[in-house]
């Protein structure tokens, strides 16, 4: 078998979205397009349901590599997510847990405090460009200096931070920028990630894939290889779905729910096994939602 697509016994990454919304309207994500279609429900995952899922996965802490508390949203919609965050941690004291966001809406430097003291390990800040117009192209909003400042205050308030700076590729993006802003001035690491046609959701994707990769770029961690996602990372959205992948955002896919079953009984599901071994085959075109995706190689534009 081809290292690295393994099939497991549980996923060693786990994806929990405690509530199903997201307010921005960022143009390398399906989200908004979804939420104006009407299937973004706003649902809440209950405290109960996040603490039985919690409770499995404390059971399998040794196998686990990191749980996000977020998929397929803004993680800060919830305002609960400090005490889910702590919720977490006393459950998982070992295991990473990571939150995601653009830093634009229902994010200061007082929250970040918070979310640092009940014990995540790492916040994402989204940021595609350090150009102000590159950046509103984007993300739809002229909030670049307000994010900035933002982070500047929390870091000047602290001697270690666990934020990072994640960047979808683009050619709005200047790698020099981000090494000089970030890495040299503020310490901070970046994060680059190829920018994805998110199941074939994303309508914007043919502009935004850059028209050429760097060697610089390369060299810093941009990569690219075919999809290994459904062999590792379990997604279970706010009433218990589990879905394919972290692409599913119509959640097409149910794989199982945790409410009825473990998450171990629907990862070595027959549902989920089919699909896993597909993936680990390379057969993506049996598959309805990898068919078109830029993770399947046949669709990919990068060559790399």
């Given at each position: 078998?081809?290292?690295?697509?393994?099939?497991?016994d549980?996923?060693t990454?786990?994806?929990?979205?405690?509530?199903?919304?997201?307010?921005?309207?960022?143009?390398?994500c399906?989200?908004?397009?979804?939420?104006?279609?009407?299937?973004?429900?706003?649902?809440v995952?209950?405290?109960e349901?996040?603490?039985?899922?919690?409770?499995?996965?404390?059971?399998?802490?040794p196998?686990?590599?990191?749980?996000?508390?977020?998929?397929?949203?803004?993680?800060?919609?919830?305002?609960?997510?400090?005490?889910?965050?702590?919720?977490?941690?006393?459950?998982?004291?070992?295991?990473?847990?990571?939150?995601?966001?653009?830093?634009?809406?229902?994010?200061?430097?007082?929250?970040?405090?918070?979310?640092?003291?009940?014990?995540?390990?790492?916040?994402?800040?989204?940021?595609?460009?350090?150009?102000?117009?590159?950046?509103?192209?984007?993300?739809?909003?002229?909030?670049?200096?307000a994010?900035?400042?933002?982070?500047?205050?929390?870091?000047?308030?602290?001697?270690?931070?666990?934020?990072?700076?994640?960047?979808?590729?683009?050619?709005?993006?200047n790698?020099?920028?981000?090494?000089?802003y970030?890495?040299?001035?503020?310490?901070?690491?970046?994060?680059?990630?190829?920018?994805?046609?998110?199941?074939?959701?994303?309508?914007?994707?043919?502009?935004?894939?850059?028209?050429?990769?760097?060697q610089?770029?390369?060299?810093?961690?941009?990569?690219?290889?075919?999809?290994?996602?459904?062999?590792?990372?379990?997604?279970?959205?706010?009433?218990?779905?589990?879905?394919?992948?972290?692409?599913?955002?119509?959640?097409?896919?149910?794989?199982?729910?945790?409410?009825?079953?473990?998450?171990?009984?629907?990862?070595?599901?027959?549902?989920?096994?089919?699909?896993?071994?597909?993936?680990?085959?390379?057969?993506?075109?049996?598959?309805?939602?990898c068919?078109?995706?830029?993770e399947?190689?046949?669709?990919?534009?990068?060559?790399?």
């Open positions: 078998m081809e290292p690295g697509y393994e099939i497991v549980f996923p990454s786990v994806g929990i979205q405690t509530v199903d919304f997201c307010g921005h309207r960022c143009a390398h399906p989200l908004s397009a979804e939420r104006d279609a009407g299937r973004i429900t706003k649902g995952m209950t405290v349901l996040l603490n039985n899922i919690l409770d499995e996965l404390a059971e399998n802490e196998s686990l590599k990191r749980v996000n508390l977020y998929a397929l949203n803004d993680p800060l919609s919830d305002e609960r997510i400090v005490e889910l965050v702590r919720i977490a941690r006393n459950k998982l004291p070992s295991t990473t847990l990571g939150l995601s966001t653009s830093g634009i809406l229902n994010f200061t430097p007082e929250f970040y405090f918070e979310l640092k003291d009940a014990g995540l390990s790492t916040l994402f800040v989204s940021i595609p460009s350090l150009d102000p117009e590159g950046y509103k192209k984007i993300m739809n909003m002229d909030a670049l200096h994010v900035l400042d933002k982070i500047d205050l929390c870091i000047s308030k602290e001697n270690s931070s666990i934020i990072r700076i994640g960047v979808p590729v683009t050619d709005e993006f790698l020099e920028d981000f090494k000089e970030f890495e040299k001035e503020r310490n901070l690491p970046v994060d680059v990630w190829a920018v994805e046609n998110r199941g074939g959701l994303n309508i914007h994707f043919s502009s935004q894939v850059p028209k050429k990769i760097s610089d770029l390369k060299d810093y961690g941009l990569k690219w290889k075919r999809c290994d996602r459904p062999l590792d990372m379990a997604n279970i959205m706010y009433d218990g779905r589990v879905i394919l992948c972290c692409a599913d955002w119509r959640k097409e896919i149910i794989l199982g729910n945790v409410s009825t079953h473990t998450l171990r009984e629907i990862w070595c599901g027959k549902t989920a096994r089919d699909i896993q071994r597909k993936i680990s085959s390379g057969d993506y075109d049996s598959i309805s939602l068919r078109g995706c830029s399947n190689p046949r669709v990919s534009p990068y060559g790399f």
